[in-house]
């Protein structure tokens, strides 16, 4: 058995995986039974002036027949009075002493607000807060969320007022909604914070209706965007994640979120920088009880690897990622066809021939099998045959034996203006 | 599940029983295996199916929700493939040929393709359009799979067609000699309707040779499709085959999808003679009808049994007994010319004969006796000798003879599909093949009339 425990800048939790701030963590019964289930921390659905969400909320994006490849939402933060929220915050800390509780917090961009709201939750025996700063839809046409999440002077200016009084860690969540996520995450480490998180969700609208042409979801025949999360938008979130983990100026530990729906996506997040996770799509999919095997395969992954502690897992990978200008233009690897295992769908023929680089024959042996073969010479690598084959096993990527020197991009032109110098 | 309690079984309960046995898939289940497929390019089980139904194209669609597309796939390349979606041996062709029984297990393409044809059904759609009347017309003698391929596909061509069909529907074999709970008749009908609505003239209850001369027709039509498929079963050739309760199965079957249902048969004993589809169908027919014990006597073994292996499970299934190497010898009857008991002997199997299969030999000495209430006669049809002579073409015990690529008989004006070419090396007898015969004689025809047309303008 692995030591799962995390510290993410102070905030302890028996395991690294925490409920994300919304629909559930919307109240104490939900913490409870969540915390029951086994999530090792949560985050509580943001707390504010109380808001008066709509009717008809979530909508799904269904892919080849299976549902919430992607999820999006036009819930805003809580609709409960505040007072309400911190009593249910108090009894549940009580009961679970070692769970992690972080209050997500969005008020107006006012040092005041901030100063009052931070006293209020930190009073209630919180374990830390976050700031969110990501809530695309609805709350940014206030000016807060995502509104105040895409200017870096504001992320910075208002993480500053929060550390002015905050005695628990301070996370800042970032809104994936901007160009350079690494713009806003260094003016939060400049404000102070003591780590971040990412993503919130990014704007979307999840459909229009065949029939009807309405939006999906619409509120009355009318719509408006959302937020976008699920299994979706993970490589999405992933490539924040490690985009901030790999910046020296950005020396704050990241709790990573997105379409996180296993252990396996979990494992992922910490290699490529997170101290935990957080989760939300997959448990409004399935329900709490996931968590189980998200810990059980964790703990089994760890042990196999011979692992002692999940946080020794945390940005294993960041070094492994860089920029295209740096990665090695003359390695190789090409595409080979297991015959033994293909079970001759074709698939890779016609991604090959149609989409790629038309390098994988049909052919047939002289006892009339047919079978497929890729002519190497033509193939670049590109991965597309493996991707669409059906049958595992039955197309490998083999490296070819180097011919020349490593060589990115950048030593090429460092090297040619060497040249001309 | 068959209720046949014999203490009391009431009409309503064997009308039940006729009822399609296998549900359609619903449309989850379509959705999750139509989402399976894998879409492969250049697809073996189109290679597998002998009217070469674009089958990963059909599948597609009905994952994207497009039905009406997905039927029209179906039924472009097949005008009879919503019975065949029930009735083809799709294990042997497109489930067979599916790449997926080399990985997890094959895509339930015959479900499929009755899901998107269901559809069509129940949602009343008209698939195709004739084609310009190009001023030419054709015969067609039959009804069935066959006749109705080749007038669909003439009739989108352009050609006018009529069609001859000696019994009050067409459909053929789908109408009347698949049992209900295999292949409604509304099925069949709804292909026999897609084709009438193309303008092609079905006329029923008329037999050629009898109602209308061979000659009439030949002078009548630019060419003629003989599609008449089998007549009769064939005779046991043994003593009392005139005894009441004796049947011939293709009638039995017939009376089974025309006639109301009787209890004639509850609590009875059956014996059902020959080991084909037609014999599996009048012995689970007879199960349905009430029949305490349905026996299948064959005078060959289990291997040599040309039913398919799914009906063969499904008759199993039914708890009916098969008696492999017996042959009936005798009908015994009582004093009032009824049926009572089955003189058989045990065979055993010598040395094949020219169809490869081995030949059986009776045992000598090992004559036994089955007591039963009915006989069913399946051991195969016979040909409609009288009217191929009427046409004068080329024959070999009944089976007319064809050039493989046209479908043209030894009278080049006419053209010969179906059942009827079948036997002699020619052939499937598969539903599915017969609309493939129906629609390359069709474009034979048209590639053969438009040249003289364009010679003659």
Redesign the interface.
Known sequence: MADLRVNLAGIESPNPFWLASAPPTNSGYQVQRAFEAGWGGAVWKTLGEPIINTSSRFAAVNF???RVAGFNNIELITDRPIEVNLKEIYETKKRFPNHAIVASLMVEPSREKWHEIVKRVEDVGVDGLELNFGCPHGMAERGMGAASGQQPDLVESQTMWVKEVAKTPVIVKLTPNITDITMTAKAAARGGADAISMINTINSLAGVDLDTWNTIPHVAGKGAHGGYCGPAVKPIALNMVAECARNASINVPISGIGGISNWRDAVEYMLMGSTNVQVCTAAMHHGFSIVEDMIDGLNNYLDEKKILSVTELIGKSVEKYSDWGNLDLNYRVVAKINTDVC?????C??ACEDTAHQCID?LTDLKGNRYLKVREVDCVGCNLCAIVC??EGAISMIELPREKITMSWNERQHALANLKS | MIDNHKTFVSLAILNRNFDEVKAGLSAAEA??E??RC???????CIQACPTGINIPSFIKKI?SGNLKGSATTIMEENPVGASCARVCPTEELCEGAC??N??TKPIMIGDLQRYATDWAIKNEQILFKAGEKNGMSVGIIGGGPAGLSAARELARLGYDVTIYEAKAKAGGLNTYGIVSFRLPQKVAQWEVDQVEKLGVQIKTNITVGRDISVNEILETYDSVVLAVGMSKGAMLQIEGEELKGVHDAIQFVEDSKTKELTDALVGKRVVVIGAGNTAIDAATCSVRLGAENVKILYRRSQKEMTAYEFEYEFAKQDNVEFRWLTAPTRLIGDSNGQLKQLECIKMELGEPGIDGRRRPIPVEGSEFIIEVDAVIKAIGQTRYLDLIDAFGIEQHKGSVKINLETYQTSNPKVYAIGDVIFGDGQGEAMVVSAAQHGKKAAYSIHQRLKNTKSETA
């Open positions: 080849g027949g299976k079970i001759n769908c074709n698939k023929h016609i049909m059906p049958e | 959705m999750d139509s989402n894998l879409y492969c390019y250049d697809a073996p994952a790449v997926l080399h990985s």
